[in-house]
Nanobody, 121 residues
Framework: QVQLVESGGGLVQTGESLTLSCAVS????????GGWYRQAPGKQRELVAH???????KYVDSVKGRFTISRDNARNTVYLQMNNLKPEDTGVYYC???????????????WGQGTQVTVPS
């Protein structure tokens, strides 16, 4: 199975920024669509941002104007730029991507391993 490598989490203060990355490693498969989810302690995993194959983007209301999802096809990577972070953004962030083959045929979706983001109150 394809390996997704997530990186970029950490401990930051309120108002600071982080950029998360989710990259396909060691495969000819490509990311066709991608999303970032987060799971706060004691809560269900929620969709934070999503980018479709055509580039349509959606955000959960709580991050609109602060977070930006993007995709670099050449690097086979999806990013989540997070600005003006707040304590309520704390959680484990997971990427989930739809993978396609060289003919752009859908294969399956895959989850990253998760990266911790902590913003102390």
């Amino acid at each position: 199975q394809v390996q997704l490598v997530e990186s970029g989490g950490g401990l930051v203060q309120t108002g600071e920024s982080l950029t998360l990355s989710c990259a396909v490693s060691g495969s000819a498969f490509s990311i066709n669509a991608g999303g970032w989810y987060r799971q706060a302690p004691g809560k269900q995993r929620e969709l934070v941002a999503h980018i479709s194959p055509g580039g349509n983007i959606k955000y959960v209301d709580s991050v609109k104007g602060r977070f930006t999802i993007s995709r670099d096809n050449a690097r086979n990577t999806v990013y989540l730029q997070m600005n003006n972070l707040k304590p309520e953004d704390t959680g484990v962030y997971y990427c989930n991507v739809d993978l396609v083959d060289e003919d752009f045929e859908y294969l399956y979706d895959q989850w990253g391993q998760g990266t911790q983001v902590t913003v102390p109150s």
